[in-house]
């Protein structure tokens, strides 16, 4: 998570450096030649502001979801990124570009949040209700449409994105650790 929170800060020095050319990465809404900008647009950020604001959430939020494996934590961030930038660019308002962590960072959140109730393992149950008490206020007020200039579609999406992420990547019964029996079971 170091690694990749670093690759955003050295992304927007370079971003800053020559004019802000990195800024165009952002997804603009149904726009089909944006669609190739879903993926790079998780990495750019609009400032050093923006950048800082996700920081901490992301490493925090990253390294617990990393836990369970790094190939696991890729494509949950992956499929987060894609089903976040395919809501950004079908439903945010026209003439509008949206870029940064935060979706990745309510994708992960939700994807933490509903892991244990998909896995059925306790204490992947007890973490994300632990997450969800931690972070859960100020993500809900991040998918309402109150702050002008902040992507809510973005943060909506993440959301949506790590839901279906925890059912994407959610461990089969023959996964299930000898030793370590799933709750209720």
């Given at each position: 998570?170091?690694?990749?929170?670093?690759?955003?800060?050295?992304?927007?020095?370079?971003?800053?450096?020559?004019?802000?050319?990195?800024?165009?990465?952002?997804?603009?809404?149904?726009?089909?030649?944006?669609?190739?900008?879903?993926?790079?647009?998780?990495?750019?950020?609009?400032?050093?502001?923006?950048v800082a604001s996700n920081t901490l959430p992301l490493l925090v939020l990253g390294f617990i979801a990393a836990l369970r494996g790094i190939g696991r934590f890729l494509g949950v961030a992956f499929a987060v990124i894609?089903?976040?930038?395919?809501?950004?660019?079908?439903?945010?308002?026209?003439?509008?570009?949206?870029?940064?962590?935060?979706?990745?960072i309510f994708g992960l959140f939700s994807y933490l949040l509903v892991r244990g109730f998909v896995d059925r393992r306790a204490l992947e149950l007890v973490v994300g209700l632990l997450v969800g008490a931690y972070y859960g206020t100020s993500i809900l007020w991040g998918v309402l449409p109150v702050h002008t200039g902040v992507s809510w579609q973005g943060h909506l999406f993440g959301l949506v994105g790590g839901v279906a992420a925890a059912y994407l990547f959610r461990e089969r019964p023959a996964e299930v650790r000898a030793g370590e029996p799933p709750y209720g079971g």
């Open positions: 998570m170091v690694a990749w929170v670093s690759l955003l800060w050295a992304l927007e020095v370079v971003d800053m450096t020559t004019g802000h050319r990195l800024d165009s990465l952002g997804v603009q809404p149904r726009k089909a030649g944006e669609l190739v900008d879903i993926v790079p647009s998780a990495f750019i950020h609009f400032g050093y502001g923006h894609v089903i976040d930038g395919l809501g950004v660019w079908a439903f945010s308002p026209a003439h509008t570009n949206t870029a940064g962590a935060s979706g990745l």
